[in-house]
Structures are given as structure tokens and as C-alpha cells.
């Protein structure tokens, strides 16, 4: 049984862009079919052209396909990247959420596994708080939210984060090695969860960490925390 997955994001400068990618190569090496889409900019071309990083990375990606409302009635799961914008999901990917009111009146988007994931210049520049604010919808389409959790070494190597990937710091550095190993493990995650679910099986991981999971929960959990 193949899975479909849609990985929709928005990304300025680069950073979720590579997170983007990394969800999607998880979510194929579990064996799903995978949409790539960028959602359509709202900035002027002059206010990118002030940011040369800006103007370079949506150069870059530009023959990356759109983005349409046609991509999430086509998918049995999602997974929606963006930057933090004062502790909320960007306007260009929020926009494309509105766009989505049809299919959530005709029940489309329920019952299907989404996720989450997101980038920050800051430490605590919002992250969680960002992909929060993205469940506030998902509950409204009564969609299946699929966190992270601890339930994989790779989320505490790239420091932990039980809502979603995420990574901190400037464009220009990208994501390191753990935040893109973190993002490749929830592309999994969301993969196979939605299999079982598609096959009409209980998702286990879902349930309780994986014995690696358990092992390094043991190693970095004190009751001094």
C-alpha cells in the first residue's frame, strides 16, 4: 500500500526549505509517495530584492511546483514547514490554510495525520508557540496530529523539541546535521503512521517510545530535570 504524503511549506531564506526536503526523503525511504510544494509568496519583489539571501533562495527554488488546494485532497497525510513569525505560521502559509475551507466543509481533510515543523533565528524565538498556533487548525479540520514526541534518539540529538523539528540560528548557516536527521525521522513518523492507519492497524509508535527510544529516554530523563 503506498501512502501519499504532501509536504507544503513557505521559506524565505532557506532554512524550512531544507527541512522540507529532509521530511520529504523520510517520508519516501518509508515507502510513500511524496508531494514537494512551496506555497505561492505574497512579498513584493521589491522587499525581496532588499535581502539578497531572500532573492537567491526564491531564485533557487523556483521550479519547486506550487502549492494548490487540489495537492491536500490528493494526500492521505501532511506535513506544513514554515518560519516563525512572532511565535505564528507565516502569512504566505497561512494564506494557503484559507484556501483550504472547501475541502474541511466537505470533510476531506479529516481523520488524515498531519504535521508539523519550523525555523527561528532565536533559541526561544517561538517555535513551539508557531507550531501550536498550525495545530489550532488541524483541530478544526479534525485532522490526526502527529508530534514527534520522544520517541526517537533523533529528536533529543536535535535538542529535543516533542512538537515538531525544528532548528535555531541564521539562514546562512542552515540547518545542521541533527535538525535534518530529526526532520527525515518525523517524515518516517508521519509516513508509517499513516500505513497503519490506511491499513486499519493501531500505530504502536504512536503509543510508546521504540526500544531505542526508551533507552535514550532512560540515559537523559534525572528527577532533578
Known amino acids: 500500500m503506498t501512502v501519499k504524503v504532501a509536504v507544503v511549506y513557505y521559506s524565505a531564506t532557506g532554512s524550512v526549505h531544507s527541512l522540507a526536503q529532509a521530511v520529504a526523503e523520510g517520508a519516501v525511504s518509508a515507502g510513500a ?20 539571501s531572500w532573492r537567491q ?19 492521505d497525510a501532511f506535513a506544513f514547514g514554515t518560519p516563525t513569525r512572532f511565535g505564528a505560521p507565516a502569512a504566505q502559509l497561512k494564506q494557503f490554510i484559507d484556501q483550504a475551507g472547501g475541502l474541511w466543509r466537505e470533510g476531506r481533510l479529516a481523520d488524515k495525520p498531519v504535521t508539523a515543523f519550523t525555523s527561528a533565528y532565536n533559541r ?34 536535535a535538542g529535543g523539541n516533542p ?7 541564521p539562514a546562512s548557516d542552515g540547518p545542521d546535521a541533527a535538525a535534518l536527521e530529526a526532520a527525515r525521522y518525523q517524515g518516517r513518523r508521519l509516513a508509517r503512521i499513516a ?20 533507552d535514550a529516554l532512560a540515559a537523559t530523563t534525572s528527577p532533578s530535570a
Open 195 to 214: 500505513i497503519r492507519l490506511l491499513k486499519g492497524d493501531r500505530p504502536a509508535d504512536a503509543i510508546a517510545p521504540d526500544g531505542n527510544a526508551r
Open 124 to 157: 526561544h524565538g517561538g517555535s513551539e508557540a508557531t507550531i501550536l498556533s498550525l495545530a489550532n487548525v488541524f483541530y478544526h479540520w479534525g485532522a490526526l496530529i502527529v508530534p514527534t514526541g520522544f520517541t526517537d534518539p533523533a529528536v533529543y540529538a
Open 57 to 75: 533562495h526564491a531564485d533557487a527554488t523556483a521550479s519547486i511546483p506550487e502549492a494548490s488546494v487540489e495537492d491536500l485532497a490528493w494526500a
Open 163 to 169: 512538537y515538531g523539528t525544528s532548528m535555531t540560528g
Open 33 to 52: 509517495e511524496v508531494r514537494l510544494r512551496r506555497v505561492a509568496e505574497l512579498a513584493p519583489d521589491s522587499a525581496i530584492d532588499r535581502n539578497p
